[in-house]
Nanobody, 120 residues
Framework: QVQVAESGGGHAQPGGSLRLSCYAS????????MDWFRQGPGKQRELIAT???????NVRDSLKGRFTASRDGAIHTAYLQMNALKPEDTAVYYC??????????????WGQGTQVTVSS
């Protein structure tokens, strides 16, 4: 079992910045990727960034230039740096950890999410 914990959410004013962290722990065999999602009020959950192991980090096109994703594989932690925040960035931000077991199967584990509110 893998536990996923997000942190760093909170309130920011428009134009401000926040940095989210996602920490994976537990029975980690091989992390395939750590990914960021968000779900705004009344909206569907959407993919923000994918951070595959040994691959290219991909950030949603509409967020490039403001959001940056990164990862420290040594400590199973992913980050989401959010700059120039807008009210429409208000959402619950989730981290998904894709853990690949010894047989090659991938299982997804989700955190409980961290609330980000952008308002003046």
């Amino acid at each position: 079992q893998v536990q996923v914990a997000e942190s760093g959410g909170g309130h920011a004013q428009p134009g401000g910045s926040l940095r989210l962290s996602c920490y994976a722990s537990g029975t980690i065999f091989s992390i395939y990727s750590m990914d960021w999602f968000r779900q705004g009020p009344g909206k569907q959950r959407e993919l923000i960034a994918t951070i595959p192991t040994g691959g290219f980090i991909n950030v949603r096109d509409s967020l490039k230039g403001r959001f940056t994703a990164s990862r420290d594989g040594a400590i199973h932690t992913a980050y989401l740096q959010m700059n120039a925040l807008k009210p429409e960035d208000t959402a619950v931000y989730y981290c998904r950890v894709r853990n690949q077991n010894y047989s090659g199967s991938i299982m997804d584990y989700w955190g409980q999410g961290t609330q980000v509110t952008v308002s003046s």
